[in-house]
C-alpha cells in the first residue's frame, strides 16, 4: 500500500464556514487527507482556509477542495463517490437564525435535505461499513427550554426554521443508524466562537463594532435582544469533539458546552472592558443604551463623542421567536470522550477583541491612505 492510500480521508461540507476552517486544520494536523466541498460563489470566498491551500499539483498536498452544493443530491453523490471518505463531518448549513425567519423554505432545503441527500449518498454507494457521519446538530434544538441545564436527554422544542430544519436532521441521522447501521453521530453543540466567526452572529458584531468605535470609524453599534443569555464556548475546542465522536467503538449523540452562561449585555460589558472602554448603560428595555463615559471618547463625532449612546437596540434585531436562554450540561461527553472545553469566557472574548482592534486599525490605515471601506453589516 502506497503512503497516499494508507491516509484516513475526511470530507467536509462547509468547509468555507468558521467550523470548517478550524476542523481542516485540526484533521490536517493528525494526519488525515482533507476535501472540502465549496459551493460556486462569484468572488473566492476562501479567506478562512487560505492559509491551508496548496497548489494541487504540488507532490504530497493532502487538502482538496469540490464544488457542490447542499440542495444538489447529484453533486454531494459525485463528490463522495469520488473521494471515499472515512468520515464526512457536514457542517454545511443556512447557520443564522434570523435569516431563516426570511428564507424558511432554502434553510429547510440546505439544513435538512441536505442531511438527508448525504446520508442517501454513503447508504446507496454501499459505503455504510466505511464511512463515519457527524451531523452538526445544534443547541438551537431546546428552543424554548423546559431543563435547565440541556443534556443529550432534555427534550426538544424548536423555535425557528432553522431549529425546525436541524431536528429533522437529527432525527434522520438517528434513523439511518438505526435503520441501515451507519456510523453516524450528531453533536448538539452549544454556540461556539473565534476571531473567524461570521460577522452577523452577535459576538462578532459586538467586538468588531466595539472596535470600530474606539477607534472613530463607527458611531454606534445596533443590538436585539440585549437579555439572551448562551453558553458560549471557542470553536477551537468544539471541532476536536466532532472528531472525537467519530472515533469511538459506538456511534452516539453528545451534548458540547462549557456550562457557563452570559446574556448579550454581559458579552457587550465584557468585550468594552478589554478594550479599556468604560460603559454606562441607562434606561431598559427597547430604550436601553450604553454611553461610553471612560476615557473620555474622541471629541468632534456624531454618537459616542457628545452624551451620544454607543449601544442602541434596534428592535429590527428581534426575532418573530426568540431563544431566551441555554446553557449547556456536557458531562456526557467529559466522560465518554474525555473532551473538556480549554478556553474559558474571558479568554474568548480577548482574543476575538483584540483581533477585531486590530482589523481596525488596518481599516483605519486604509482610510487614511483614501481606500473605500465597506462596513455594511445587518
Ligand atoms: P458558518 O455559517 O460559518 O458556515 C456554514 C458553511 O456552510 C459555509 O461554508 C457555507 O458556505 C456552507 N453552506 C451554506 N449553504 C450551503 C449550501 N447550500 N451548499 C454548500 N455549502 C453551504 O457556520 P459555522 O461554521 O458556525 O457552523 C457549522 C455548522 O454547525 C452549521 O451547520 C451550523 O448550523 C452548526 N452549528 C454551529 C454552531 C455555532 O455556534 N457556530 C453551534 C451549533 C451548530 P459559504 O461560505 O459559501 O456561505
Ligand atoms: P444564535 O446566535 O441565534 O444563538 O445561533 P446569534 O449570535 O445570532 O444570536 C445569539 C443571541 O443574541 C441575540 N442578539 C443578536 N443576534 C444577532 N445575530 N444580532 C444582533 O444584533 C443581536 N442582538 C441580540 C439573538 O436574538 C440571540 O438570542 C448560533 C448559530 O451559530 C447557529 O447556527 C447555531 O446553531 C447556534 O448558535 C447554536
Redesign the pocket.
Known sequence: MNERASLKKALITGITGQDGAYLAEFLLGKGYEVHGIKRRTSLFNTQRIDHLYRDPHEPGVRFFLHHGDMTDSSSLMHIIEKVQPDEIYNLA?Q????VSFEEPEYTANADALGTLRILEAIRTLGLKDKTRFYQAS???LFGKVREIPQKETTPFYPRSP?AAA?LYAYWITINYREAYGLYACNGI???HESPIRGE????R?ITRGLARIKLGLQDCL?????D?K?DWGHARDYVEAMWLMLQQPEPDDFVIATGSQYS?RDFVNAVAHELGMELEWRGSGREEKAYWLNPPPPSGRGAGGEGQPIVAV?PR???PA???T?LGDASKARERLGWRPRVPFDQLVKEMAQADLKEAQREQLMRAHGHAVSNRLE
Open positions: 448549513a447557520s443564522h437564525v434570523a445544534t443547541s438551537e432553522y436541524k453543540l452549544f454556540n452577523t452572529f452577535v459576538t458584531k445596533y443590538l436585539g435582544n440585549l439572551a448562551r448579550v434596534d434585531y428581534f426575532r426568540e431563544v431566551e441555554l
